[in-house]
């Protein structure tokens, strides 16, 4: 069932990468597919990477755990928010940072 709110949203703004991945590839709060266009890989990124507090420090379990919710291949996304900048990780330890202008 679609979030009317989201709904009506992705109908005024089509070409909005982040509300268009909320319509199209997110339900009950969770990431249902991985998009393949790079615009909408990098919203799948921003809406990741909002679980994440911005100066928290978290083992790599706690990161597992987080992307879990989100399909079984959480070593993916989690390579695909430090690939594109959203997260940091040093000697296995992450935290969030603000990813490059694009």
Do not use: Q
């Not at 393949?36 to 928290?56: G, V």
Request: proline share 10%; with cysteine.
């Amino acid at each position: 069932m679609l979030d009317a709110p989201w709904h009506a949203a992705a109908m005024a703004s089509p070409r909005d990468p982040d509300v268009h991945l909320r319509h199209a590839f997110v339900r009950d709060g969770r990431l249902t597919a991985l998009p393949s266009r790079r615009p909408m890989t990098l919203a799948a990124c921003r809406f990741l990477a909002e679980r994440f507090e911005p100066e928290r420090r978290y083992e790599e379990a706690e990161v597992n755990a987080m992307l879990g919710m989100d399909g079984p291949d959480h070593a993916t996304l989690r390579r695909l928010l430090v690939d594109e900048g959203y997260l940091e990780r040093e000697r296995g330890i992450y935290r969030r940072t603000d990813p490059p202008s694009p």
